[in-house]
């Protein structure tokens, strides 16, 4: 049966037409969209597209906040039988934009004026590059042109080709590209997940197995709209309930729409909120996992942790409020109709409660990387798709993810251990440990690369009186002795084998960002850019003189930061 993304948003405007779709604040306001005026706004930018010379199958890119025309131009670029690549406006490096764009074959952009100068600043190394549009009020260059413009030549198209215009949606197959989405490279260039439009309308389906949303939930977005998790959940979900989506009020910065959230939550009062683990935390630090769920629990707000990944458009599997389908510490059931396994190293399938690599398959598992067909086939083998990631299902059919099957700290014995939980714990629990990651590569021993909290420490030095001399030694004791608290006697001690604690710490004064690249735009970070780029720390922490905690160059890391 034929469901694409344009057959799931046709059937809910014939349903829905009058309901608000899209809720946006203007002039002090949320004011309403409908399903109706949504498509209708969304065939003029299509009908514009094609008016500019969009053709199906060309790849139209949208780097811009979220908003209303983020949504529509998304819709209307599919309605003209274009492949949407949604790039992340957190994306600050020239290049990474550039490479997103050649490897897509990019023709037109959607761009907002906020994010037009890192458009302009490389639209001469983009040859290929036919039509940017802007979205917002900004005085405009040559080849630029505004969105206003753009639907105002759908209109006119429209008049004179609508029946015409309408059978390219219609004729979208279930197979057929929808979107390119790029994941943050780990060792090499960014990957181009391709995501096709029933791979999309599968995952909705799939998920609305274990969650219900009535037509008059709300929800406000606060999730980057290029995020897999935002499409489907976000927007996709809502569409085929015919609920309602609010965005966040943009602001002139980053941080100022970030300010913007708390107020818009008391405005649109939305019935729930997506989020990420980075972002979770940034409503309550230094907690775990399942502490973290337990706190909002506690406040009246329940938060219900899922597990999904880019490839599988995203969600595989999530807690809910349904039939109590709900475990601290799980990421949930997994979503009907879905094949999972978990395997071990060998590929062989272990039984429930062992461990292993989690393994998926159904019609939510991506087409494969464009143009890299190398990593599409190491990663997706007879249809299924091997995540990575390591876990197990429970006796009562809960999925419980531990961490990257890939990361495994590997000792000179070959014993594996995956360090996630200990990354975590250490870093949630220790007030001067701001970043953490653990290494073992058949080595003597455990090692970790650590970035202290510059503020904690300072404090901590100033209350302790510490002389001036004694600051950088004595600051490498508070680090090493948060660790010692995991060992035997220590506050923490049996939360992790001894023998993968770190032994020699290497203190870096450079914290891990998206800037350097040592985070990636989910903010996870990328353990393989970490180590490559600390080579010659990790080197030296296996020297006879880099195990000790006050070694040269700790201290003259510690010197920098502490003073």
């Known amino acids: 049966m034929k469901k694409t993304i344009i057959d799931l948003f046709e059937a809910s405007v014939r349903k829905y037409g009058a309901k608000t779709f ?103 190394g983009l040859p290929q590059l036919e039509q940017v549009i802007v979205l917002g009020h900004i005085p405009l260059e040559a080849g630029e042109t505004a969105y206003g413009t753009l639907k105002r030549l759908g209109r006119e ?20 590209y929808a979107t390119i989405t790029y994941t943050s490279g780990t060792t090499s260039d960014p990957k181009g997940v391709i995501l096709t439009h029933r791979n999309y309308t599968a995952n909705v389906e799939q998920a609305l197995s274990r969650v219900d949303i009535p037509p008059h939930f709300r929800t406000l977005i606060i999730l980057p709209l290029d995020h897999c998790f935002a499409h489907v959940v976000g927007f996709y979900i809502m569409i085929a309930c015919g609920a309602s989506v609010a965005t966040v009020q943009v602001g002139a910065t980053p941080m100022e729409t970030l300010k913007n959230i708390p107020q818009n939550i008391r405005e649109v009062q939305p019935h729930f909120l997506l989020s990420v683990p ?12 399942a502490e973290l769920q337990r706190f909002f629990y506690a406040i009246g707000i329940p938060m219900f942790r899922g597990y999904g990944l880019s490839e599988a458009t995203p969600v595989i599997s999530t807690n809910s409020p349904k039939h109590h389908w709900h475990r601290f510490g799980s990421s949930g059931k997994i979503l009907i109709p879905l094949d999972l396994k978990i395997l071990d190293e060998e590929g062989r399938e272990v039984p429930r409660g062992q461990k292993g690599e989690i393994v998926v398959r159904g019609e939510n598992v991506m087409a494969g990387y464009w143009k890299n067909p190398e990593a599409t086939a ?37 014993e594996k251990y995956s360090p996630e939980g200990m990354e975590e714990a250490i870093v949630d629990k220790s007030p001067y440990i701001d970043q953490i990651i653990v290494h073992n590569n058949q080595s003597p021993f455990t090692g970790a690369i650590v970035v202290p909290n510059r503020e904690a420490l300072r404090r901590e030095l100033e209350a302790r009186r510490t002389p001036e001399a004694e600051r950088t030694a004595v600051a490498a004791e508070i680090l090493g002795a948060e660790v010692d608290r995991y060992r035997a006697g220590g506050t923490y001690a049996g939360e992790f084998p001894e023998r993968w604690l770190p ?52 201290l003259a890391s510690l010197k920098k930061i502490v003073g």
Request: avoid cysteine; glycine fraction near 8%.
């Open 22 to 124: 899209l809720l946006e604040k203007r002039h002090h306001k949320f004011e309403p969209t409908t399903y109706a005026e949504t498509r209708e706004q969304a065939l003029e930018a299509g009908a514009g597209l094609a008016a500019l010379g969009i053709r199906p199958g060309d790849k139209v890119a949208i780097l811009a906040e979220g908003s209303n025309a983020w949504i529509i131009s998304e819709l209307g670029l599919f309605y003209a039988g274009a492949v949407s690549v949604p790039l992340s406006v957190k994306l600050e490096e020239s290049n990474d934009l550039v490479f997103r764009m050649r490897h897509a074959e990019v023709k037109a952009v959607f761009v907002s004026k906020y994010q037009l100068p890192k458009i302009r600043r490389i639209r001469a």
């Open 157 to 176: 198209y429209l008049a004179k080709n609508r029946e015409e215009f309408m059978k390219i949606g219609q004729a979208i197959r279930n197979d057929d």
């Open 278 to 289: 980075a972002l979770a935390k940034n409503f309550r630090t230094s907690m775990l996992d």
């Open 378 to 414: 190491d990663t997706v083998r007879d249809g299924w798709l091997h995540t990575g990631d390591m876990g197990y299902v429970s006796e009562d059919d809960f999925l419980y993810v531990l961490g990257r099957f890939k990361s495994l700290l590997i000792a000179s014995d070959g």
């Open 503 to 554: 032994a020699g710490l290497a203190i870096v004064d450079e914290a891990f960002t998206e800037q350097n690249g040592l985070v990636n735009s989910t903010m996870k970070v990328v353990r393989g850019k970490v180590e490559e780029h600390f080579r010659n720390r990790l080197d030296y922490l296996y020297s006879a003189e880099g195990r000790n905690l006050k070694n040269p160059e700790n």
